[in-house]
Protein backbone atom coordinates (compact mmCIF):
# COMPACT_ATOMS: atom_id res chain seq x y z
CA UNK A 1 0.00 0.00 0.00
CA UNK A 2 1.08 3.72 -0.39
CA UNK A 3 -0.39 7.05 -0.06
CA UNK A 4 -1.35 7.89 -3.75
CA UNK A 5 -3.01 4.68 -4.17
CA UNK A 6 -4.94 4.50 -1.09
CA UNK A 7 -5.58 8.15 -0.15
CA UNK A 8 -9.52 8.88 0.47
CA UNK A 9 -10.76 5.70 -0.45
CA UNK A 10 -11.79 2.58 1.22
CA UNK A 11 -9.24 -0.25 1.33
CA UNK A 12 -10.58 -3.82 -0.06
CA UNK A 13 -8.41 -6.76 1.88
CA UNK A 14 -9.05 -10.20 -0.44
CA UNK A 15 -6.42 -12.04 0.59
CA UNK A 16 -8.14 -15.67 1.40
CA UNK A 17 -7.10 -18.33 3.75
CA UNK A 18 -4.55 -20.12 2.15
CA UNK A 19 -6.11 -23.50 1.31
CA UNK A 20 -3.32 -25.79 1.03
CA UNK A 21 -2.26 -25.92 4.47
CA UNK A 22 -3.59 -28.51 6.11
CA UNK A 23 -4.31 -26.52 9.53
CA UNK A 24 -6.59 -24.24 8.81
CA UNK A 25 -5.33 -22.45 11.91
CA UNK A 26 -2.22 -21.80 10.65
CA UNK A 27 -4.28 -20.44 7.21
CA UNK A 28 -6.36 -18.20 9.56
CA UNK A 29 -2.72 -16.93 11.18
CA UNK A 30 -1.15 -15.93 8.11
CA UNK A 31 -4.42 -13.96 6.94
CA UNK A 32 -5.80 -12.04 9.90
CA UNK A 33 -3.59 -9.22 10.16
CA UNK A 34 -5.95 -7.51 7.30
CA UNK A 35 -8.83 -7.79 9.81
CA UNK A 36 -6.86 -7.00 13.26
CA UNK A 37 -4.43 -4.21 11.34
CA UNK A 38 -5.42 -3.45 8.39
CA UNK A 39 -7.76 -0.18 9.18
CA UNK A 40 -4.87 0.96 11.34
CA UNK A 41 -2.47 0.82 8.51
CA UNK A 42 -4.69 2.10 5.73
CA UNK A 43 -5.77 5.18 8.37
CA UNK A 44 -1.81 5.78 8.26
CA UNK A 45 -2.06 6.39 4.88
CA UNK A 46 -4.97 8.08 4.84
CA UNK A 47 -7.88 5.78 3.34
CA UNK A 48 -11.55 6.28 4.79
CA UNK A 49 -12.63 3.34 5.74
CA UNK A 50 -11.49 -0.72 5.39
CA UNK A 51 -13.53 -3.81 3.60
CA UNK A 52 -12.17 -7.23 5.01
CA UNK A 53 -12.69 -10.71 3.22
CA UNK A 54 -13.88 -12.96 6.10
CA UNK A 55 -11.39 -15.39 7.13
CA UNK A 56 -13.55 -18.57 5.76
CA UNK A 57 -12.31 -21.14 3.69
CA UNK A 58 -15.87 -21.67 1.80
CA UNK A 59 -17.71 -19.58 -0.20
CA UNK A 60 -20.61 -18.59 1.61
CA UNK A 61 -22.75 -15.50 2.54
CA UNK A 62 -22.13 -14.95 5.71
CA UNK A 63 -19.75 -12.42 7.17
CA UNK A 64 -17.42 -13.17 10.47
CA UNK A 65 -16.32 -10.95 12.95
CA UNK A 66 -13.45 -10.38 14.93
CA UNK A 67 -11.33 -8.43 17.04
CA UNK A 68 -9.58 -5.60 15.75
CA UNK A 69 -7.18 -2.75 16.62
CA UNK A 70 -6.47 0.78 16.04
CA UNK A 71 -3.08 0.58 18.17
CA UNK A 72 -2.58 3.99 19.51
CA UNK A 73 -4.10 5.86 16.33
CA UNK A 74 -6.15 8.72 18.06
CA UNK A 75 -10.24 8.03 18.23
CA UNK A 76 -10.63 11.19 15.68
CA UNK A 77 -8.87 9.78 12.76
CA UNK A 78 -9.71 6.46 13.23
CA UNK A 79 -11.69 4.35 10.20
CA UNK A 80 -14.40 2.12 10.29
CA UNK A 81 -13.96 -1.19 9.30
CA UNK A 82 -16.06 -3.98 7.89
CA UNK A 83 -15.97 -7.55 7.06
CA UNK A 84 -17.81 -9.25 4.13
CA UNK A 85 -18.72 -12.82 3.33
CA UNK A 86 -16.57 -14.83 1.11
CA UNK A 87 -19.19 -14.38 -1.69
CA UNK A 88 -19.20 -10.86 -1.46
CA UNK A 89 -15.72 -10.62 -1.82
CA UNK A 90 -15.05 -12.15 -4.71
CA UNK A 91 -18.38 -10.30 -6.32
CA UNK A 92 -16.68 -7.11 -5.24
CA UNK A 93 -13.42 -8.37 -6.49
CA UNK A 94 -14.99 -9.42 -9.80
CA UNK A 95 -16.60 -5.96 -10.36
CA UNK A 96 -13.29 -3.75 -9.29
CA UNK A 97 -11.15 -5.53 -12.01
CA UNK A 98 -14.61 -4.38 -14.68
CA UNK A 99 -14.78 -0.96 -12.92
CA UNK A 100 -11.98 0.11 -10.85
CA UNK A 101 -13.84 3.54 -10.19
CA UNK A 102 -16.20 1.30 -8.39
CA UNK A 103 -18.15 3.03 -5.69
CA UNK A 104 -18.73 1.53 -2.58
CA UNK A 105 -20.86 2.73 0.10
CA UNK A 106 -21.28 1.56 4.01
CA UNK A 107 -23.06 2.60 7.11
CA UNK A 108 -22.31 1.38 10.67
CA UNK A 109 -24.50 1.15 13.88
CA UNK A 110 -21.65 -0.82 16.35
CA UNK A 111 -20.05 0.90 19.28
CA UNK A 112 -18.27 0.08 22.46
CA UNK A 113 -20.37 -0.19 25.35
CA UNK A 114 -18.70 0.41 28.24
CA UNK A 115 -17.11 -2.54 30.68
CA UNK A 116 -18.88 -4.67 33.43
CA UNK A 117 -18.51 -6.41 36.01
CA UNK A 118 -18.17 -10.19 35.17
CA UNK A 119 -16.48 -14.04 36.21
CA UNK A 120 -14.89 -16.78 35.51
CA UNK A 121 -17.23 -19.62 36.78
CA UNK A 122 -14.90 -22.74 38.88
CA UNK A 123 -15.64 -25.89 39.60
CA UNK A 124 -13.35 -29.08 41.11
CA UNK A 125 -12.58 -32.39 42.60
CA UNK A 126 -10.50 -31.92 45.69
CA UNK A 127 -7.49 -34.42 45.08
CA UNK A 128 -7.65 -37.36 47.78
CA UNK A 129 -3.63 -37.69 47.94
CA UNK A 130 -2.42 -34.05 46.72
CA UNK A 131 -4.90 -31.70 46.74
CA UNK A 132 -2.32 -28.87 46.10
CA UNK A 133 -1.74 -30.22 43.31
CA UNK A 134 -3.74 -28.14 40.81
CA UNK A 135 -5.01 -29.76 37.16
CA UNK A 136 -7.15 -27.11 34.91
CA UNK A 137 -9.26 -27.81 32.03
CA UNK A 138 -11.16 -25.25 30.90
CA UNK A 139 -12.70 -23.42 27.77
CA UNK A 140 -14.18 -19.91 27.21
CA UNK A 141 -17.71 -18.68 28.54
CA UNK A 142 -18.36 -15.37 26.04
CA UNK A 143 -18.83 -15.30 22.29
CA UNK A 144 -19.56 -13.02 19.58
CA UNK A 145 -22.89 -11.86 19.26
CA UNK A 146 -23.41 -13.02 15.88
CA UNK A 147 -24.05 -16.97 16.60
CA UNK A 148 -24.40 -18.34 19.87
CA UNK A 149 -20.89 -19.67 19.77
CA UNK A 150 -21.06 -23.26 20.29
CA UNK A 151 -17.69 -24.14 18.67
CA UNK A 152 -16.31 -20.88 19.98
CA UNK A 153 -16.40 -21.68 22.78
CA UNK A 154 -19.39 -23.82 24.08
CA UNK A 155 -17.76 -26.76 23.10
CA UNK A 156 -15.18 -26.42 24.87
CA UNK A 157 -16.89 -25.56 28.23
CA UNK A 158 -19.22 -28.64 28.46
CA UNK A 159 -16.27 -30.69 27.28
CA UNK A 160 -14.27 -29.42 30.05
CA UNK A 161 -17.29 -29.82 32.46
CA UNK A 162 -17.78 -33.22 30.96
CA UNK A 163 -14.07 -34.37 32.41
CA UNK A 164 -15.17 -34.22 36.11
CA UNK A 165 -18.76 -35.72 34.58
CA UNK A 166 -17.56 -38.62 33.20
CA UNK A 167 -13.91 -39.35 35.95
CA UNK A 168 -17.18 -39.15 38.71
CA UNK A 169 -19.59 -41.52 36.28
CA UNK A 170 -16.17 -43.63 36.16
CA UNK A 171 -15.32 -44.18 39.81
CA UNK A 172 -12.33 -42.99 39.55
CA UNK A 173 -11.34 -40.88 42.48
CA UNK A 174 -8.51 -38.32 41.74
CA UNK A 175 -5.42 -38.21 43.55
CA UNK A 176 -4.70 -34.27 42.62
CA UNK A 177 -7.11 -31.46 42.76
CA UNK A 178 -8.79 -31.37 38.84
CA UNK A 179 -10.47 -27.88 38.38
CA UNK A 180 -12.95 -26.59 35.69
CA UNK A 181 -12.48 -23.13 34.72
CA UNK A 182 -14.88 -21.58 32.60
CA UNK A 183 -12.87 -17.86 31.23
CA UNK A 184 -14.61 -14.84 30.98
CA UNK A 185 -13.79 -12.48 28.21
CA UNK A 186 -11.44 -14.37 25.80
CA UNK A 187 -12.80 -12.84 22.63
CA UNK A 188 -12.51 -9.47 23.99
CA UNK A 189 -8.64 -9.21 25.83
CA UNK A 190 -8.58 -12.43 27.89
CA UNK A 191 -9.41 -10.49 31.02
CA UNK A 192 -10.92 -13.76 32.58
CA UNK A 193 -7.53 -15.79 32.28
CA UNK A 194 -5.58 -12.90 33.05
CA UNK A 195 -7.45 -12.59 36.58
CA UNK A 196 -7.14 -16.41 37.16
CA UNK A 197 -3.68 -16.38 36.26
CA UNK A 198 -2.96 -13.14 38.61
CA UNK A 199 -5.18 -14.69 41.55
CA UNK A 200 -3.50 -18.31 41.38
CA UNK A 201 -0.30 -16.30 41.36
CA UNK A 202 -1.16 -14.88 44.45
CA UNK A 203 -2.70 -17.50 46.65
CA UNK A 204 0.94 -19.51 45.82
CA UNK A 205 -1.44 -21.89 43.41
CA UNK A 206 1.06 -24.80 42.50
CA UNK A 207 -0.45 -25.56 38.84
CA UNK A 208 0.55 -29.08 37.23
CA UNK A 209 -1.00 -28.81 34.02
CA UNK A 210 -3.76 -26.65 32.48
CA UNK A 211 -5.82 -27.71 29.32
CA UNK A 212 -7.68 -26.05 27.22
CA UNK A 213 -10.60 -26.44 24.03
CA UNK A 214 -10.47 -23.56 22.36
CA UNK A 215 -10.54 -25.40 18.76
CA UNK A 216 -14.24 -26.23 18.30
CA UNK A 217 -16.56 -29.29 19.09
CA UNK A 218 -14.80 -31.18 16.07
CA UNK A 219 -13.38 -35.04 15.77
CA UNK A 220 -10.70 -34.99 18.12
CA UNK A 221 -7.25 -35.71 16.55
CA UNK A 222 -4.83 -34.93 19.63
CA UNK A 223 -3.01 -32.27 21.58
CA UNK A 224 -0.31 -29.85 21.24
CA UNK A 225 2.30 -29.28 24.04
CA UNK A 226 4.09 -25.91 25.94
CA UNK A 227 6.07 -26.56 28.61
CA UNK A 228 9.28 -28.27 29.53
CA UNK A 229 10.76 -30.80 27.16
CA UNK A 230 11.31 -33.59 29.27
CA UNK A 231 7.68 -33.24 30.68
CA UNK A 232 6.14 -32.91 27.23
CA UNK A 233 8.32 -36.23 25.96
CA UNK A 234 7.06 -38.33 29.41
CA UNK A 235 2.90 -37.25 27.83
CA UNK A 236 4.34 -38.37 24.12
CA UNK A 237 5.61 -41.95 25.72
CA UNK A 238 1.31 -42.07 26.44
CA UNK A 239 0.44 -41.91 22.73
CA UNK A 240 -0.05 -45.12 21.92
CA UNK A 241 -2.65 -45.65 24.44
CA UNK A 242 -4.78 -43.13 22.11
CA UNK A 243 -4.14 -44.40 18.83
CA UNK A 244 -6.22 -47.01 18.45
CA UNK A 245 -9.09 -44.17 19.08
CA UNK A 246 -7.69 -42.65 15.68
CA UNK A 247 -5.90 -39.66 18.03
CA UNK A 248 -2.69 -39.65 17.16
CA UNK A 249 -1.02 -35.57 16.60
CA UNK A 250 0.94 -35.41 19.95
CA UNK A 251 3.28 -32.10 19.02
CA UNK A 252 5.06 -29.55 20.81
CA UNK A 253 2.91 -25.95 20.45
CA UNK A 254 0.57 -23.86 21.43
CA UNK A 255 -1.93 -24.45 23.73
CA UNK A 256 -4.44 -21.97 24.50
CA UNK A 257 -5.34 -18.65 24.91
CA UNK A 258 -7.21 -18.59 28.60
CA UNK A 259 -4.38 -20.94 30.19
CA UNK A 260 -1.45 -19.26 28.47
CA UNK A 261 -1.62 -16.31 31.35
CA UNK A 262 -0.33 -19.44 34.09
CA UNK A 263 2.51 -20.05 31.74
CA UNK A 264 5.74 -20.81 34.00
CA UNK A 265 8.91 -22.72 33.32
CA UNK A 266 6.92 -25.87 35.31
CA UNK A 267 3.89 -25.98 33.93
CA UNK A 268 2.87 -27.75 30.94
CA UNK A 269 0.42 -26.50 28.75
CA UNK A 270 -2.03 -28.44 26.31
CA UNK A 271 -4.80 -27.69 23.68
CA UNK A 272 -6.73 -30.17 22.55
CA UNK A 273 -6.50 -30.19 18.49
CA UNK A 274 -9.60 -31.33 16.86
CA UNK A 275 -10.17 -31.93 12.97
CA UNK A 276 -10.03 -28.24 12.06
CA UNK A 277 -11.22 -28.56 8.41
CA UNK A 278 -14.30 -26.94 9.48
CA UNK A 279 -13.99 -24.46 12.42
CA UNK A 280 -13.75 -21.29 10.10
CA UNK A 281 -16.97 -22.20 8.61
CA UNK A 282 -18.22 -21.12 11.72
CA UNK A 283 -15.54 -19.48 13.21
CA UNK A 284 -17.29 -15.77 14.87
CA UNK A 285 -20.09 -15.87 12.19
CA UNK A 286 -23.77 -16.46 12.70
CA UNK A 287 -24.16 -20.30 11.91
CA UNK A 288 -21.92 -20.88 15.23
CA UNK A 289 -24.33 -22.37 16.35
CA UNK A 290 -26.06 -25.38 18.56
CA UNK A 291 -26.87 -27.45 15.53
CA UNK A 292 -23.55 -27.56 13.98
CA UNK A 293 -22.56 -29.19 16.85
CA UNK A 294 -21.94 -33.01 16.31
CA UNK A 295 -23.14 -34.65 19.82
CA UNK A 296 -20.50 -37.61 19.14
CA UNK A 297 -17.73 -35.53 17.81
CA UNK A 298 -17.80 -33.22 21.13
CA UNK A 299 -18.40 -36.35 23.35
CA UNK A 300 -15.28 -37.66 21.41
CA UNK A 301 -13.41 -34.61 22.11
CA UNK A 302 -14.57 -34.98 26.50
CA UNK A 303 -13.55 -38.77 26.35
CA UNK A 304 -10.07 -37.72 25.17
CA UNK A 305 -9.63 -34.84 27.52
CA UNK A 306 -10.58 -36.93 30.13
CA UNK A 307 -7.97 -39.52 29.35
CA UNK A 308 -5.78 -37.55 29.11
CA UNK A 309 -6.38 -35.87 32.20
CA UNK A 310 -6.70 -39.49 34.16
CA UNK A 311 -2.96 -40.40 33.25
CA UNK A 312 -1.85 -36.88 34.28
CA UNK A 313 -3.28 -37.30 37.78
CA UNK A 314 -2.55 -40.91 38.21
CA UNK A 315 1.58 -40.68 37.16
CA UNK A 316 1.95 -37.45 37.88
CA UNK A 317 5.14 -35.48 36.63
CA UNK A 318 8.99 -36.87 36.75
CA UNK A 319 10.40 -34.46 38.94
CA UNK A 320 13.53 -33.51 36.96
CA UNK A 321 15.93 -35.54 39.67
CA UNK A 322 13.57 -38.29 38.61
CA UNK A 323 14.22 -37.64 35.15
CA UNK A 324 18.07 -37.73 35.31
CA UNK A 325 17.97 -40.92 37.35
CA UNK A 326 15.92 -42.91 34.64
CA UNK A 327 18.53 -41.36 32.39
CA UNK A 328 21.34 -42.67 34.33
ZN1 LIG B 1 -12.46 -19.21 21.32
Redesign the pocket.
Known amino acids: MNRADVEGKIVFFNRPMQADLISTFEAYGGCVDQRYDGAREAAKLGAVGTIVRSMNLRLDDLPHTGAMSYGNTPVNVRIPSAAISTNDAERLSGILKIDPKVKFYFKQNCKQLKDVQSYNVIGQITGSQYPNEIIVVGG?LDSWDLGDGSH??GAGCVQSMDVLRLLKETGVRPKRTIRVVLFMN??NGLRGGRKYAEIAKRKGEKHIFALES?SGGFTPRGFSFDGPDYKINQILNWKPLFEPYLIHYFKKGGSGADIGPLKNKNLVLAGLRPDSQRYFDHHHAANDTFDAVNKRELELGAATMTALIYLIDKYGFNSIEQKNKIKD
Open positions: HDDEED
